[in-house]
């Protein structure tokens, strides 16, 4: 747990900008990516200088900015009624970010925009891995270390591709499970057999929007038998799977970034994912540092020269970090 706070809350301090506007705001720079769990506020000292009301932008590399919506409202955060009283609101959930931006939208008629400002959160582990739109990861797995009552996926994805497949996993008779991204939206799609999956059909579901928007968006999959449940960025459908298709009838493995089956015929083939994969975690397991450790249940597909392809087992291949500054792929937020 962590507190920052740029302003003393007692003696002189405070931010208070030449001109009052709405054109006006507080920047901070917090060194590294954190989990931002709470922000408080005061007027400026010993003033007549306080904000009624803030709207709060966070980014990752201070050049792409996106609004945190309190309360799924964009009127943004109740401010100060006073200089001196501490306005804390908790934030639900929490972001991960380095930078915030307070930008205040009201305050004292009486006086101008004056802040001081306190920061709370905890460090964030992040684990990331960089898919070029050409590889592909396969975790397999020991088919009696599966949930007994239910499958969970969750991951965060960050790109500036509209289209990319995130994750695959098949079962008996060729049916099986694909996530990818559709001209900026999330489709889930279920097919069996070899019917050709449809996001418009009884099969598919559809969550989100301009989801390529260089942004991390999280992604929570859980699947007990044939009930589905599909959340990205805190907004969940939860649907029945056509047919008989229950976790317990599909494959002891899954693809990340691509369709990865050695051995097997691909019957549908999918854009793979260009752009950053986070935290991958699958029933518990951490699916990055599996490839990190060079574990055999993970398979690798890479390219090793241009027009050449290749496997490997563990991450010997594959660009992973457990944190990142910079992406080749992405321009603008990272």
Same mark, same amino acid.
């Given at each position: 747990?962590?507190?920052?706070?740029?302003?003393?809350?007692?003696?002189?301090?405070?931010?208070?900008?030449?001109?009052?506007?709405?054109?006006?705001?507080?920047?901070?720079?917090?060194?590294?990516?954190?989990?931002?769990?709470?922000?408080?506020?005061?007027?400026?000292?010993?003033?007549?200088?306080?904000?009624?009301?803030?709207?709060?932008?966070?980014?990752?590399?201070?050049?792409?900015?996106?609004?945190?919506?309190?309360?799924?409202?964009?009127?943004?955060?109740?401010?100060?009624?006073?200089?001196?009283?501490?306005?804390?609101?908790?934030?639900?959930?929490?972001?991960?970010?380095?930078?915030?931006?307070?930008?205040?939208?009201?305050?004292?008629?009486?006086?101008?925009?004056?802040?001081?400002?306190?920061?709370?959160?905890?460090?964030?582990?992040?684990?990331?891995?960089?898919?070029?739109?050409?590889?592909?990861?396969?975790?397999?797995?020991?088919?009696?270390?599966?949930?007994?009552?239910?499958?969970?996926?969750?991951?965060?994805?960050?790109?500036?591709?509209?289209?990319?497949?995130?994750?695959?996993?098949?079962?008996?008779?060729?049916?099986?499970?694909?996530?990818?991204?559709?001209?900026?939206?999330?489709?889930?799609?279920?097919?069996?057999?070899?019917?050709?999956?449809?996001?418009?059909?009884?099969?598919?579901?559809?969550?989100?929007?301009?989801?390529?928007?260089?942004?991390?968006?999280? =992604?929570?999959?859980?699947?007990?038998?044939?009930?589905?449940?599909?959340?990205?960025?805190?907004?969940?459908?939860?649907?029945?799977?056509?047919?008989?298709?229950?976790?317990?009838?599909?494959?002891?493995?899954?693809?990340?970034?691509?369709?990865?089956?050695?051995?097997?015929? =691909?019957?549908?083939?999918?854009?793979?994912?260009?752009?950053?994969?986070?935290?991958?975690?699958?029933?518990?397991?951490?699916?990055?540092?599996?490839?990190?450790?060079?574990?055999?249940?993970?398979?690798?597909?890479?390219?090793?020269?241009?027009?050449?392809?290749?496997?490997?087992?563990?991450?010997?291949?594959?660009?992973?970090?457990?944190?990142?500054?910079?992406?080749?792929?992405?321009?603008?937020?990272?």
């Amino acid at each position: 747990m962590f507190l920052l706070s740029p302003f003393p809350r007692q003696g002189a301090g405070g931010w208070t900008p030449r001109v009052s506007n709405r054109d006006q705001w507080l920047q901070i720079d917090l060194g590294d990516r954190v989990a931002i769990t709470a922000v408080a506020t005061q007027g400026g000292y010993g003033s007549s200088d306080w904000v009624t009301s803030y709207v709060l932008m966070f980014s990752d590399s201070g050049r792409n900015w996106k609004l945190y919506r309190h309360e799924e409202s964009i009127a943004g955060f109740p401010g100060n009624a006073n200089a001196d009283s501490v306005v804390r609101h908790r934030l639900r959930p929490p972001m991960e970010a380095r930078h915030l931006r307070f930008l205040p939208s009201a305050w004292n008629r009486d006086g101008r925009i004056g802040m001081r400002v306190e920061v709370y959160g905890c460090p964030f582990r992040s684990e990331v891995i960089d898919f070029d739109g050409k590889s592909s990861v396969l975790y397999r797995f020991v088919q009696s270390t599966r949930s007994p009552v239910k499958d969970t996926i969750s991951l965060k994805f960050k790109t500036t591709q509209s289209d990319g497949l995130l994750f695959h996993r098949r079962g008996r008779s060729g049916d099986c499970i694909t996530l990818e991204l559709v001209k900026g939206r999330l489709l889930l799609f279920f097919n069996s057999g070899n019917a050709a999956p449809s996001p418009s059909g009884p099969d598919g579901v559809a969550l989100g929007s301009l989801l390529d928007d260089q942004h991390w968006h999280s =992604v929570l999959f859980e699947h007990a038998r044939q009930l589905v449940t599909l959340t990205v960025d805190r907004h969940s459908r939860q649907f029945q799977a056509q047919g008989q298709l229950s976790h317990m009838d599909l494959d002891p493995e899954i693809s990340f970034g691509g369709i990865l089956a050695p051995g097997k015929s =691909v019957t549908f083939q999918r854009k793979h994912f260009d752009g950053c994969l986070e935290n991958i975690n699958f029933n518990g397991e951490d699916i990055i540092d599996l490839a990190k450790r060079h574990r055999p249940q993970i398979l690798i597909r890479v390219r090793v020269c241009p027009g050449t392809e290749g496997l490997a087992t563990g991450g010997l291949a594959l660009t992973v970090c457990p944190r990142r500054d910079s992406d080749p792929h992405l321009e603008g937020e990272k």
